[in-house]
C-alpha cells in the first residue's frame, strides 16, 4: 500500500453513526416531549384562529359592501398547514432551548415556509381583487377579464423570483449579482418596449382607477364618443357622427377627458333679443315671463335678465337646469322651452329682434328728404 493512500474507514456497528443523535434525544427527551406537546398546542390554537378568522370574514363578506372581507377570506384559506407547524415549531423552540443545531434547522425551514405563505397570500390578494374587478355581480370590467392571464402571469412570475431571491439570500448565497443581472435585463426590455408598456399600464389605470367604463359617452377632445371596448393597447371609440376611433390608452388618459355618466342635470343658457321698439314696462317684465315658463316645462329656473344694448336688439340671457341626465330627454325638454317661450311671447306681444340695417337718404346740401318725415322748423 503506497504511504500517502489513507486507511480504508472501517465501520464495526453502523449503527454506531447513529449513536450521536440518539444519546442527545436520550439525554434531553423531557426537554422534546415538553417541546413537542408545546408545539402541537400552539399548532392547534393558530389553526383554531384561523378557521375563527374565515368564518368570519365569510359571514361579514356577504354584507352589500363586504368586497374586503371576501379577499380576506380568500386569502386566509391559502394559509398552508405546513406554514402554521413550523410556525409553532419556531414558537416552540424559541421558548425550550434547543440544540443549535435543531434550531437552525427550524429556522431555515420557517424562513422558506414564511416567504412562500407570503407569496400564497399576496396571490390571492391581488388575485382576489382582479376576480372581483371582473365579476359581473360588482360591475363587471371585460378589459381586465381579458387581461386576466397576462396579469397573472405577470404577478407568478414576479412574485416568485423575489421569492427565490429571498430565500438564497437567507441561505447565504450572495444574490447582489443576480439582482443586478434582473435589473439590467428588465430595463434592458422596458426600454424596448417603452411603448407597449406605456399602453399596458394606461390599460391597467383604466381598468382600476375606472374614469370611464364601456357604453359611457365621453368628450375626448375630438367630440363626444361612446366607448365601445377598452383593450390592452387601445380604446375603441364611437363618435356621435358614426366614426369609430381607436386611441392608444397613454394617449386617452394623456388628454382632458369628460364624461358624461351619473349626470343627473344638465346647465343650459339661453339668450334672445327684443326690439327697441318694446315698451319699458314690458321689458321688465321679461324676466318673470320666463320664469314662469321655464318652471311650467318642469325646469330649475336661475335666473334671467338684460345683459347688453345689442346692435338691433335688447339683449336677454336666461339661465335653466333640466334636471336629467338622459340625452333625449334633455333634447325634449329644451325644445319645449323654446316653443313655450315663443309662444307666451306672441301672446304678450313681445317681438323677437332680427338683424336690420336702416338707410337714410340726403339732399346733396345733406338735408334728410322722404321716406323720412321732415324735420320742424320750430
Not at 77 to 92: C, D, E, G, R, V
Not at 104 to 125: G, H, M, P
Not at 184 to 191: E, N, P, R, S, T
Request: charged share 15%.
Amino acid at each position: 500500500m503506497n504511504a500517502f493512500t489513507p486507511a480504508p474507514l472501517r465501520i464495526e456497528n453502523p449503527f454506531d453513526l447513529l449513536s450521536g443523535p440518539t444519546h442527545w434525544a436520550t439525554d434531553n427527551w423531557p426537554a422534546i416531549l415538553f417541546a413537542a406537546i408545546s408545539g402541537i398546542v400552539i399548532f392547534a390554537v393558530l389553526e383554531g384562529l384561523r378557521w375563527l378568522s374565515i368564518a368570519l370574514a365569510k359571514r361579514i363578506a356577504k354584507t352589500p359592501r363586504g368586497y374586503a372581507f371576501i379577499i380576506l377570506r380568500r386569502t386566509l384559506q391559502k394559509t398552508s398547514h405546513i406554514f402554521l407547524a413550523l410556525a409553532a415549531a419556531k414558537i416552540a423552540a424559541g421558548y425550550n432551548d434547543p440544540a443549535p443545531h435543531v434550531l437552525q434547522t427550524i429556522t431555515f425551514l420557517f424562513t422558506v415556509a414564511a416567504v412562500l405563505q407570503a407569496v400564497r397570500w399576496l396571490r390571492a390578494v391581488i388575485f382576489g381583487i382582479i376576480d372581483i374587478q371582473a365579476d359581473p355581480e360588482h360591475g363587471a370590467n371585460e378589459a381586465l377579464a381579458n387581461a386576466g392571464a397576462l396579469i397573472r402571469t405577470l404577478v407568478n412570475a414576479t412574485l416568485f423570483i423575489i421569492a427565490i431571491i429571498v430565500i438564497l439570500d437567507n441561505l447565504g448565497v450572495n444574490v447582489t449579482g443576480l439582482v443586478a443581472g434582473l435589473g439590467i435585463g428588465g430595463i434592458a426590455i422596458g426600454l424596448a418596449a417603452q411603448g407597449i408598456f406605456s399602453d399596458l399600464f394606461a390599460s391597467l389605470s383604466i381598468i382600476f382607477d375606472r374614469p370611464f367604463r364601456v357604453g359611457e359617452t365621453i368628450d375626448f377632445g375630438k367630440g363626444s364618443a361612446v366607448v365601445e371596448r377598452i383593450g390592452l393597447k387601445s380604446t375603441r371609440l364611437r363618435a356621435i357622427t358614426g366614426e369609430r376611433f381607436i386611441v392608444s390608452n397613454a394617449q386617452l388618459l394623456g388628454k382632458e377627458i369628460a364624461s358624461f355618466a351619473g349626470m343627473d342635470h344638465r346647465r343650459f343658457t339661453l339668450s334672445f333679443g327684443l326690439i327697441y321698439q318694446t315698451e319699458p314696462e314690458d321689458a321688465a317684465r321679461v324676466p318673470d315671463v320666463v320664469r314662469e315658463v321655464i318652471e311650467s316645462q318642469g325646469a330649475h329656473f336661475l335666473r334671467a335678465g338684460f345683459i347688453a344694448f345689442g346692435p338691433s336688439s335688447l339683449d336677454y340671457e336666461a339661465l335653466f337646469d333640466i334636471m336629467t341626465g338622459d340625452a333625449d330627454a334633455i333634447a325634449t325638454a329644451r325644445h319645449k322651452i323654446g316653443i313655450a317661450l315663443f309662444t307666451r311671447f306672441k301672446a304678450e306681444g313681445f317681438s323677437f329682434a332680427y338683424p336690420t340695417q336702416t338707410t337714410m337718404t340726403a339732399d346733396p346740401d345733406g338735408k334728410m328728404i322722404m321716406p323720412y318725415p321732415p324735420i320742424s322748423q320750430h
